[in-house]
C-alpha cells in the first residue's frame, strides 16, 4: 500500500510541475498565455468616460466601428459599455508600442473577458 501512494504522491508533484511550467511559459511569440483586456472603470462617471471615449475613438485611433448602431457591440447602448470597447480597441492596438489603459484614470486591466453575444473585445498578446 505504501508503494501505491508513493507512485500516487509522486505522480501529482509530476503533473502539478508540468501545469505550472505550462501555465507560466511564454508561448514562442514570446506572449504570455493569459489574456487581458482593458475596460471602463465602474466608478467613472459617464461625463468622463464620454471625454476618454471621445478621444480613444478620435485621435487617439481606436477602431470604435462595432460600437455603432446597427453594430455587434452597439448594446446595451450605454456610455459605460461603448467606452469599455474604445478603451481596449486603443489599448490592444498600441499596449506594445507605449500605450496604455489609464484614460485619465477611467480604465482597468482585467483577466475577465468583457465580450458578451456577438460583441467580441480582441485580447492580442
Known sequence: MKNGNKMTSSSTMMLISVLIVVLVTPRSDGAYLEQQWCVADEQT????????????????????RMIQRNKPCYL????????????????????????SCYFNAAAIVTDLNPSHGSCHFESLP
Open 76 to 99: 446595451p447602448n450605454t456610455v459605460r459599455d461603448h467606452a469599455a470597447y474604445a478603451f481596449n480597441s486603443y489599448w490592444q492596438k498600441f499596449k506594445n508600442y507605449g500605450g
Open 45 to 64: 462617471p459617464d461625463d468622463v468616460l464620454q471625454m476618454a471615449m471621445d478621444w480613444a475613438c478620435g485621435i487617439g485611433g481606436a477602431d470604435c
